[in-house]
């Protein structure tokens, strides 16, 4: 069954430097999205991305993130500067919707794996 | 007021029990409900998926919405030690492609052999 992967699983940095966390989508899928999940708390939405640019985002992501489909198959999330608060899971997901809506369109979202950002 | 409430737990039941997980959200926008199981340090996986209220089952797993109460169940028939994990519910008010899910906190479940 395709999934979703992420790459790598755990990230470590120190404080100011920039990170790029890698996902690779689920082939067919057309919606791309970055989550964070700090330790012990809720999933949190931080953008979502489609026909290559940002479709929403959150007021955590500030000018610090950036997000990139380089390529025909991998998605990014950047931090330019991390901050020791950045510190978290970062899970990638991706959804099949064809853009529309609906209650016969079932589409959900599929999260990968996640990677553990430590910022020291 | 919380958009979406979960019970934190921990819960902790015997093999075989009956579990009944659940969420209370503020937001009266939702449509679009989930639930979903995370294994310690792992993604979430999507368990479950309903549209506005009703009952919708899938094996020992059976999601129940209330829209009048804003009131979301996860239930779990003949429970397992596999089953063991988090349990977060998720929604969102539409099902377009860029709709953001909110999630609850997540309950985390034991199942006692």
């Known amino acids: 069954e395709p999934e979703v992967t992420q790459t790598p699983s755990h990230q470590v940095t120190q404080m100011g430097q920039e990170v790029i966390l890698r996902c690779v989508p689920i082939s067919n899928h057309l919606y791309f999205y970055w989550y964070r999940q700090i330790l012990g708390q809720k999933v949190e939405f931080l953008v979502s991305?489609?026909?290559?640019?940002?479709?929403?985002k959150s007021e955590i992501f500030d000018d610090q993130f950036s997000v990139e489909r380089p390529d025909g198959s991998n998605f990014t999330l950047k931090i330019r500067s991390t901050k020791l608060e950045d510190s978290a899971m970062y899970f990638c997901a991706s959804n099949p919707n064809s853009g529309t809506s609906g209650r016969l369109h079932t589409d959900t979202q599929y999260f990968g794996p996640g990677t553990r950002l430590t910022v020291l | 007021q919380k958009e979406v409430e979960q019970d934190p737990g921990p819960l902790s039941v015997p093999e075989g029990a009956i579990v009944s997980l659940n969420c209370t959200y503020s937001?009266?926008?939702?449509?679009?409900f989930m639930w979903y199981r995370q294994y310690s340090r792992k993604g979430p996986e999507l368990l479950m998926y309903t549209y506005s209220s009703g009952n919708k089952e899938d094996g020992r797993f059976t999601a129940q919405v209330d829209k009048s109460s804003k009131y979301i169940s996860l239930f779990i028939r003949d429970s397992q030690p596999s089953d063991s994990a988090t349990y977060l519910c998720a929604m969102s008010s539409s099902n377009f492609g860029n709709e953001k899910l909110t999630f609850g906190t997540g309950t985390r479940l034991t199942i006692i052999p």
């Open positions: 937001n009266s926008a939702f449509q679009y």
């Open positions: 991305f489609y026909n290559n640019e940002i479709s929403e």
